[in-house]
């Protein structure tokens, strides 16, 4: 198969064209476009505002509102297709203090949370937070649910959070939510949840050397063997290992 | 009936909340927990700003789509304070048609409050759906010769469109009282104001109001002081310190629990007093 040329499939697709506007200056793109690509296509080199391309790390996080349109538009730049009209603009981070705490010296409740962030007292259900999340989560939820005490709910509900901020530069009550959501989730981690057992216990095999000749045989294979192993394994194959050729890499 | 329990009960006084809780399945009472209810805005309670008020809104809409509901349900609140806000967001709902259509375009990703729910505190249940004739008949253990000065505060009685009761004299707690075998005590400082949120910044006002307060109520002969809200009990056992006194400040669920012989979920520093008041008060029944 012909390896495809990226510069001429981007020239090629001029004939649907839309007009975004980045920084207040207009210019053309392909419908296609996620925003990020579509800045990068009109010439702008991203050293802010640009992180991980994937849908993970927040750092992309883009304001825009479209034409004839009264919302405010919050979404990730990687994510999202630009549409005709659009007015963009990104904040690379949202400032805000992060209290230092000690995880081992807090209990998991609320007054835990409440004592490093009294700003959650303050939430008037407004619902602006959800309605900025490029995550589509419910931060008004989660902080409510930190006030009725049920932080496990909140760890849940906050569990995709990318921490970009979007929500707390909307809160009329100067939440900063991920900072608080991150706490939350890190006493649910301690205190709440099971723990993983099952962990230990491999640990506890591997630091006994259970599995050190398979390693073994693994280091040892060559670079070729070890792409098809990988592949049957992926596939859904269980893990078997070739028979070691005795003394091939001692 | 739709039960809301706050955010006091599920923090700082889960006393409260259990003993009624226990009192509740010995009475046949069913309470629904409203889902996901929001903080009722007590923060805010002092203002009429209706979109202040969006969180006890939101708990309004999460009550009114509760399923299997006749469509005139009541909404019960324990905390006094959570009543109290609640009930005036639910009256100005009711009365101004102009702030529900506010309240309802602005809240756009939920269903529309329709404000046919009533708000009322669990004092008015024992009143006016159980009875306290017939309270009177289900206490099992009567606490006879045991004198509680009940404290109103201000969140049961005021502003008066809200009032549980008759705002200048209430008695719905005195006949709470007598229905559960005990005295009440009568004594001149029951509505006046613990100190509210003072007690965050200038304590001084507090520890004064509550010293009065309690101080009254033992020079009146009480045995201990009943109350609806988690923060007076706070301020009222603020000024019981003070006071260097022992006076228990219970909740009056606590007290109902007590009669009904169910567990009245006493914190460990009151459990000791409180038995030995009721010990206190067998021997003054012989």
Not at chain 1, 9 to 37: A, C, D, F, H, Q
Not at chain 2, 35 to 40: D, F, Q, S
Not at chain 2, 71 to 81: F, I, Q, R, Y
Not at chain 2, 252 to 262: K, P, R, T, Y
């Amino acid at each position: 198969m012909p390896s495809k040329d990226t510069t001429t499939e981007k020239n090629e697709t001029t004939g649907n064209l839309v007009t975004v506007y980045i920084m207040g200056k207009p210019y053309e793109v392909p419908s296609e476009l996620t925003i990020m690509k579509a800045q990068e296509y009109a010439g702008y080199r991203l050293i802010r505002g640009v992180g991980c391309r994937g849908g993970f790390c927040g750092a992309c996080t883009t304001i825009y509102r479209k034409r004839e349109d009264y919302k405010l538009y919050i979404d990730l730049a990687c994510q999202t297709k630009v549409e005709d009209g659009m007015y963009l603009v990104q904040i690379p981070f949202v400032p805000a203090e992060k209290p230092q705490w000690n995880l081992e010296d807090l209990e998991a409740n609320s007054d835990s949370i409440i004592h490093f962030f009294p700003e959650i007292t303050r939430c008037v259900s407004c619902n602006a937070c959800t309605q900025a999340c490029p995550q589509n989560l419910s931060p008004m939820r989660a902080i409510q649910a930190i006030r009725r005490n049920d932080l496990k709910m909140a760890a849940d509900l906050s569990f995709d959070c990318v921490s970009c901020g979007a929500c707390s530069v909307r809160c009329p009550a100067e939440i900063t939510h991920y900072h608080v959501f991150q706490l939350v989730r890190r006493l649910v981690g301690r205190y709440v949840q099971k723990r993983a057992e099952h962990t230990a216990e491999r640990v506890k095999e591997i630091e006994a050397g259970e599995y050190d000749a398979d390693m073994d045989i693994l280091v040892g294979l060559p670079e070729e063997e070890l792409k098809e192993l990988f592949v049957r394994i992926r596939e859904g194959n269980p893990l078997q290992l070739p028979e070691r050729e005795v003394g091939k890499h001692d | 009936m739709l039960y809301y329990p706050g955010c006091s009960l599920r923090n700082s006084y889960p006393e409260f909340e259990k003993s009624a809780l226990e009192t509740c399945t010995r009475l046949g009472i069913d309470l629904a927990e409203i889902p996901e209810w929001n903080c009722c805005g007590v923060n805010f309670s002092l203002s009429d700003n209706i979109m202040r008020h969006l969180g006890a809104v939101r708990t309004l809409i999460s009550a009114q789509e509760m399923p299997d509901l006749s469509g005139d349900e009541k909404v019960v609140a324990l905390c006094s304070m959570c009543y109290n806000v609640m009930k005036r967001v639910n009256l100005t709902l009711k009365e101004d048609a102009e702030a529900l259509e506010n309240v309802n375009l602005f809240i756009d990703d939920e269903v529309d409050y329709r404000a046919n729910l009533e708000v009322i505190h669990f004092l008015q249940l024992l009143r006016d759906d159980i009875g306290f004739d017939h309270l009177s008949d289900c206490v099992t253990v009567p606490l006879k010769g045991l004198k509680i000065a009940p404290y109103y505060g201000c969140a049961l009685i005021r502003p008066e469109s809200i009032a549980i009761d008759a705002p200048e004299n209430p008695s719905i707690m005195e006949e709470f009282i007598r229905s559960v075998g005990a005295d009440p005590v009568d004594y001149p400082y029951k509505t006046e104001c613990c100190g509210n949120y003072h007690t965050v910044m200038r304590k001084e006002i507090v520890e004064l109001r509550s010293k009065v307060i309690v101080d009254s109520a033992k020079l009146a002969g009480a045995d201990l002081v009943v109350s609806t809200c988690p923060l007076c009990t706070y301020n009222l056992r603020l000024g019981v310190r003070a006071l260097e006194e022992k006076t228990p400040i219970l909740f009056f669920s606590q007290i109902l629990a007590l009669s009904l012989g169910v567990n009245p979920h006493l914190s460990p520093e009151r459990e000791k007093n409180v038995r030995e008041l009721l010990e206190g008060m067998k021997s003054y029944a012989k």
